[in-house]
C-alpha cells in the first residue's frame, strides 16, 4: 500500500493501541481536530485517532514499541502493513513558570516539531450549545484543568524559547477562540506574536476569524506573524448553517475579502484554510471551493473530520478513507499547479500536515 493511502486509511478509520501508554500523551480536546496521538511513519508525523468511536472499530492495531529504535508494527487483521514511531515526550514538558503553571498548560507539542497554543481557550461561539461550532472542545481542556483560560504573551515567550531549545521546535501555531470585539482575536494574536519573536527566532502562524477591519493583516505581519490561517470548516451553506451555526453568521464573501487583503500582505501560499471534510460537502463542492481558493493564493487544508468524544458530533461518522481519496488526489495536483506547497509555508497546519495526507500525496506527485 501507498504511504499516502495508509495514511488516509489510519486518518479516517482510526487505529487501536496493543500498549496505550506508548508515546507521550496524546492530544484531548482543545481547540478543532483532536483526540488523536502522532505517529511518524517514514519522515511524516501524522495525527492518527486513537480516542474516537470509529478507532475502538478500527482494523489497524499498533503493536507495542520495540527495541532501542522504538519502532512498532502497523497490523490490519494480523498481517503487518507498515511501521511507526511516536514521537518522544517533549522535555519543555516537564518546567513550570515561576508561579508554577507548568508549560504543558500553555502550549504542547503538536506532530514532532510544532509547538501550539490556543491562546484564548474560551469563544463568544461556544457560550451556547446551539451557537457552538458543532465539531470544537475548546471549552473541554480547560473544564478538565489541562490548560489555562488565558496564555499571556511573557508566558507564550518563554515556553517558546524552551520548546526551541529543549526539544528543537521548527515552528509555531497561534489560535485562538474569537473574544467580543471588531478584532475577532488579531489584537491577542498580534501581542503574543511579539512577544515569542522578541524571545526566540521562530516561525508563527496565526490562526483566527477574519478580523473586521483588513489593516490587522499588516498589523499581524508587522508583530511578527509569518503565516495566517482563517478557517472556513465547511464550504456550503447548508453545512456552515448546520455545524458551525454562530460562526456561519460571517457570510463566506468575508472570508473572501479577507483572503484577498492577507494574501496581498503575507503572499501566495502563506494565508491558508482549515476545511474538515466528511461533514455534509460533497467532494465535488470541496474541490470547487478549493479551486477559487488556490486561484486567489490560498492553501486549502482539507482534512478528515474525527469525532471527538464529548462535543455534540462525537458520534457522527468520520470520513471513509475513498472519499478523502477522491479529494486529496485531485486537491495535490491542484495545489502544485497553482504554485503552492505544504513544504513552502512558512508556519502552520499546512506546513506540519499531521492531520490530513495532503502534504503526502504532494509528495507523491513531485517525485
Ligand atoms: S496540522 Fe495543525 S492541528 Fe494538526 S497537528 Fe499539525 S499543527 Fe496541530
Known amino acids: 500500500m501507498l504511504e499516502a493511502d495508509l495514511i488516509n486509511e489510519l486518518q479516517t478509520q482510526g487505529a487501536r493501541l496493543a500498549d496505550p501508554t506508548a508515546g507521550h500523551e496524546s492530544r484531548r480536546g482543545g481547540a478543532g481536530p483532536s483526540d488523536h496521538k502522532a505517529m511518524t511513519l517514514g519522515d511524516q508525523t501524522v495525527m492518527v485517532p486513537v480516542h474516537t468511536a470509529p478507532a475502538f472499530q ?136 511579539r512577544a515569542i519573536k522578541a524571545a526566540v527566532d521562530l516561525p508563527l502562524q496565526a490562526q483566527c476569524e477574519p478580523p473586521e477591519d483588513d489593516s490587522w493583516h499588516q498589523r499581524l505581519s508587522e508583530s511578527g506573524v509569518d503565516a495566517l490561517g482563517m478557517h472556513l470548516e465547511a464550504v456550503t451553506a447548508e453545512v456552515r448553517a448546520r455545524i458551525m451555526p454562530g460562526k456561519a453568521s460571517v457570510p463566506l464573501e468575508k472570508y473572501f475579502s479577507s483572503f484577498e487583503a492577507a494574501v496581498r500582505v503575507f503572499g501566495r501560499g502563506q494565508v491558508s484554510t482549515y476545511i474538515l471534510a466528511g461533514l455534509g460537502d460533497t467532494a465535488a463542492e470541496i474541490l470547487a471551493m478549493s479551486e477559487k481558493l488556490v486561484a486567489m493564493g490560498v492553501y486549502p487544508f482539507v482534512v478528515p473530520f474525527v469525532p471527538i468524544s464529548g462535543t455534540p458530533l462525537e458520534s457522527h461518522p468520520a470520513p471513509t478513507s475513498d472519499f478523502m481519496a477522491s479529494i486529496l488526489g485531485p486537491l495535490s495536483r491542484m495545489v502544485i499547479d497553482g504554485g503552492m506547497k505544504a513544504s513552502d509555508i512558512k508556519a502552520g497546519c499546512g506546513k506540519c500536515g499531521a492531520c490530513s495526507a495532503l502534504s503526502t500525496y504532494e509528495k507523491m506527485r513531485i517525485a
Open 58 to 193: 478500527s482494523p489497524y492495531v499498533i503493536d507495542a514499541p520495540q527495541g532501542a529504535t522504538g519502532e512498532a508494527r502497523i497490523l490490519r487483521d494480523g498481517v503487518e502493513v507498515g511501521r511507526i514511531r511516536f514521537p518522544g515526550r517533549p522535555r519543555f514538558y516537564d518546567l513550570r513558570t515561576a508561579e508554577g503553571i507548568p508549560y504543558s498548560q500553555i502550549a504542547v507539542l503538536h506532530g514532532r516539531d510544532v509547538l501550539a497554543t490556543t491562546v484564548l481557550q474560551t469563544c463568544i461561539r461556544y457560550e451556547s450549545r446551539k451557537k457552538t461550532c458543532q465539531f470544537c472542545a475548546i471549552g473541554q481542556s480547560l473544564a478538565a484543568g489541562r490548560t489555562i483560560a488565558h496564555k499571556t504573551p511573557s508566558q507564550l515567550a518563554e515556553v517558546a524559547k524552551a520548546a526551541v531549545e529543549l526539544d528543537g521546535i521548527k515552528h509555531m501555531v497561534l489560535t485562538t477562540g474569537t473574544p467580543k470585539g471588531q478584532d475577532r482575536g488579531a489584537q491577542v494574536l498580534a501581542d503574543s506574536a
